[in-house]
């Protein structure tokens, strides 16, 4: 593991640390979300930037993939996307590339250090995002990526600006909110919220994130 993945993934790099232990119980909750069916499809979104999103996805990502099971993290983020830089990657090529059909899912699926634990970068950053993942394409490409993995976790921006999130939520098994304790205004929390219930998205649960303390406060609550 290189030093750059190991210091940005406390799942990486303390894996017995109670904050990694708490990626666990999140895990846990989300397998045994559905008895009658697995949840496959996860989107991590937020309200507003900078409340945690990217760094849950990638956590629990690398917690997924130490069960065994076959993970794809994908960087739908296609306004600020960074998913990449957590593993060392580069996102030149990625899901842009796949929706404009200029390279096959092979090309641009790419092995992180972590086993079991695969990425699909951004691509280049498109002028319409909103419209690229709202597209048939898009749909077609999430249906080739659900042939491909166990898990597949979504990034994606902010809900308050965008309807990025929005458009995706609408098509995925499960959306996670994330929210940073202390950071995250409570109204934009219940607009998200109303968001997400407006196109019929099922919110799994609230993500709860402590950027501006000690950090270590990751819960979960259904
Ligand atoms: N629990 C935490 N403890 C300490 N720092 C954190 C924690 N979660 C996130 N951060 C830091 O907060 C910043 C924003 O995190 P991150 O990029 O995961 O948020 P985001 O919601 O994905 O942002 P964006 O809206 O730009 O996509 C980063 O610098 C990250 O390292
Ligand atoms: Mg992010």
Do not use: W
């Not at 739908?76 to 060392?88: I, M, V």
């Not at 951004?122 to 080739?144: C, D, F, H, K, Y």
């Not at 990034?155 to 994330?178: E, Q, R």
């Amino acid at each position: 593991m290189t030093v750059d993945t190991a210091s940005r993934l406390v799942t990486v790099a303390q894996p017995r640390s109670p904050v990694s232990e708490a990626y666990r119980q999140l895990r846990t909750n989300i397998q045994f979300y559905s008895l009658d069916r697995a949840v496959q499809t996860v989107l991590v979104t937020s309200a507003s930037p900078d409340d945690g999103k990217s760094t849950t996805l990638a956590n629990l990502a690398v917690t997924f993939a130490e069960t065994g099971r076959g993970v794809l993290a994908v960087d739908c983020d296609l306004r600020r996307p960074s998913l990449h830089t957590f593993f060392g990657l580069s996102n030149d090529v990625g899901l842009t590339t796949l929706i404009r059909e200029e390279r096959t899912v092979a090309d641009v699926v790419v092995d992180t250090e972590v086993p079991n634990l695969r990425i699909l970068p951004s691509g280049p950053l498109p002028p319409n995002p909103a419209e690229l993942l709202g597209s048939q394409r898009m749909e077609r490409v999430i249906e080739t990526l659900r042939g491909m993995a166990d898990v597949i976790l979504f990034d994606s921006p902010p809900m308050i600006a965008v309807t990025d999130a929005a458009v995706l939520g609408a098509k995925m098994d499960g959306v996670l909110l994330v929210v940073s304790v202390n950071k995250t205004k409570r109204d934009h929390v219940s607009r998200a919220k109303r968001l997400l219930e407006k196109v019929n998205a099922k919110v799994l649960g609230v993500v709860l994130n402590n950027v501006k303390f000690d950090g270590s406060l990751y819960r979960y609550y259904g």
